[in-house]
Each structure stands twice: as C-alpha cells, then as structure tokens.
C-alpha cells in the first residue's frame, strides 16, 4: 500500500534553516509528481510546492518562493524540502503528498511539525 | 489563479444526510476538483475527484456513503447514512497552471 513518512521536524529559530524528507514506498515513486502542503495550527490547508516526476520542473506558492527549495530522489524513493530563511509564520504541519501528474492530489502522508520560534 | 469558497460548519444528526458545497470562482467553472476529509488530530485523506460534469471517482477504501455532484460552478459532497466517524473537516482542492489551491474547509458536526 502506499505510504508516505515525513521527517526532519522540530523547533528552529527564524531566520535558520530546515531539511524535510518524506520517504515513499508501495507505489512507484519515479512516476508520480509530489507535493508538499502545510497546515498551521488551527488553520485549513495551504498548498506549499509541486514537483514533477523526473524534477525537471518544480512550482511554488508565493508565500515561499525564494526561500523553500523543493527536490527529490528517485533511487532513493525521497522527497526533501529545504526550508531557508524560516519565520514564525511558516510553523505548521508539512505533509508530504502524492499527486498524478497535473491532477489532485491522491495520498497524503501523516506530517511533521516544523516550529519557528526564538 | 481559481478560488474556492466553502461555508464554514455544517450539521446534522446520526443517521441523516448531509451536502456540502464548494464553489469555483468566475472565470473557472469547468474546473475539477478533489474533496478531502480531515478526521481531528490527523492527516488529510482523499475521498474523490469530481468533475464539471457531475461524474466523480472516490479514491481507495472511501465508503459509497460519500458521493459528488456538481452544478455550474458549485461541487457538491454528499455524505448519507451520516456516522459518528464522519465529524470532520472537508477541503475542495483545485489547480491551475502548476499551482495548486484548497477552499478554507467545512467543518461537519454530527449531532
């Protein structure tokens, strides 16, 4: 079955930076694009950045643009997201997602929590 | 760049039914969108995809209890024979040009 398991969370202070892998098994990673959506505490879902199958191309929300870097791996079935210059507004849950090509999103992982606080 | 308005609560006792809407912006009602569930203190989960035709197909394990239907610019999520794991928050999700857009969410209360 598929399964999608984040990592790298925890409390970072602004203005440093934060590693996230979501590791993929059950299905076959290479093909599928991948996302990353985010959830602040209390609040809905905000779509974060998407990367195509082969990570020859890769799209963010204005909110991160510049500062978050999306990349992954496919022999290694890995998604990363690489978190720069983080603020107090960026504490949230970070879930990794699966999403067919240029459709909606079709799994969700189970998320990790990234706090940026002094 | 598509918006998506959903309301913010919706309720209804054991056992009944209830229909929750999301609706496209002008300019992109022809757009498909998904519909995801969020029980409390858990990860989102996919329930379907639906189309502005009305045709939809529910992602794997999703009860026949939940189905869709749309209407112009406005998607619908249907939920019979509600049960107490129902209570939940519901997200539309739509795309455009790579990127990709949520409504605010319903929140459903089973009475």
């Known amino acids: 079955q598929v399964q999608l398991v984040e990592s790298g969370g925890g409390v970072v202070q602004p203005g440093r930076s934060l590693r996230l892998s979501c590791a993929a098994s059950?299905?076959?990673?290479?093909?599928?694009?991948m996302h990353w959506v985010r959830q602040a505490p209390g609040k809905g879902l905000e779509w974060v950045t998407v990367?195509?199958?082969?990570?020859?191309?890769?799209y963010y929300a204005d909110s991160v643009k510049g500062r978050f870097t999306i990349s992954r791996d496919n022999p290694k079935n890995t998604l990363y997201l690489q978190m720069n210059s983080l603020r107090a507004e960026d504490t949230a849950i970070y879930y990794c997602?699966?999403?067919?090509?240029?459709?909606?999103?079709?799994?969700w992982g189970q998320g990790t929590l990234v706090t940026v606080s002094s | 760049q598509p918006v998506l308005t959903q309301s913010s609560s919706a309720s209804a006792s054991l056992g009944s039914s209830v229909k929750l809407t999301c609706t496209l912006s002008?300019?992109?009602?022809?757009?498909?969108i998904a519909w995801h569930q969020q029980q409390p203190g858990k990860a989102p989960r996919y329930l379907m995809k639906?189309?502005?035709?009305?045709?939809?197909n529910q992602g794997s394990g999703v009860p026949d209890r939940f189905s869709g239907s749309s209407s112009g610019a406005d998607r619908y999520l249907s939920i019979s024979n509600l049960q107490s794991e129902d209570e939940a928050d519901y997200y539309c999700?739509?795309?455009?040009?790579?990127?990709?857009?949520f409504g605010s969410g319903t929140k459903v209360t089973v009475l």
């Open positions: 997602a699966r999403g067919p090509q240029n459709l909606h999103i079709d799994y």
């Open positions: 059950g299905f076959s990673f290479s093909s599928y694009a």
């Open positions: 990367i195509s199958y082969d990570g020859s191309n890769k």
């Open positions: 002008s300019g992109h009602s022809t757009y498909i």
């Open positions: 639906l189309e502005g035709s009305g045709s939809y």
């Open positions: 999700e739509t795309w455009d040009s790579n990127t990709h857009v």
